[in-house]
Every structure is written in C-alpha cells, then in structure tokens.
C-alpha cells in the first residue's frame, strides 16, 4: 500500500459530525468520554481502542469492527514505512509450504 491510511478519527469527523453539525462536546457526550479525549482522536493523535470503537459503533450505527479495521490498517502501515527489520526468513523445504 502506497498511500497512508485516514486515521479513523478522521473519517469520524469528516464524514459524521461535521455533516451532522454535532460539535465534539456534543458527540463526547453522547459517547460517554471525555472531550478531551474525543479531540485527540478526531485529529489524528490517539488511536481507536476497542472500547472506542464499540462507542463509535453504537453511536453512528455502524460495527465497532470496521472502525478497528481502520485503526489497524493505520498501525501496520505506519510500522512497514517507519520501522526497519533486520529479519532472517525460517528455512522452509518445499513440501512444508502453506498457501495462505
């Protein structure tokens, strides 16, 4: 994957409360967490935990899955482009090859 993935947070703010006119105080609220808390996701700079996204979930209607979908594709992007591997491959024989 080339380009980076939106951090879900993003996507919560720009395609749900900013369409919706809900303010981050308003949606912390109806979530039961703090805006504090709220403010650093919708910008990027906290990660959706699974207790986030079952609050999300419920809030928008939508599973709390495909906002940890998000998350996660966000995470394994960040390490494949920020961390460097020094990883020796296992010996594999021919006949102990699984297909994935």
Do not use: C, Y
């Not at 951090?7 to 409360?17: A, R, S």
């Amino acid at each position: 994957m080339k380009r980076r993935p939106t951090h879900p947070g993003i996507v919560l703010k720009e395609d749900i409360l900013v369409p919706l006119g809900i303010s981050i105080a308003q949606a912390a609220r109806n979530m039961g967490i703090s805006r504090k808390t709220l403010s650093a996701i919708v910008n990027g700079r906290q990660a959706v935990t699974p207790n986030i996204a079952l609050r999300i979930g419920k809030a928008t209607n939508t599973t709390p899955q495909s906002w940890l979908n998000m998350q996660d594709r966000l995470d394994l992007w960040n390490e494949e482009n920020n961390a460097e591997f020094n990883i020796i491959p296992f010996p594999v024989k021919e006949e102990q090859l699984i297909e994935m």
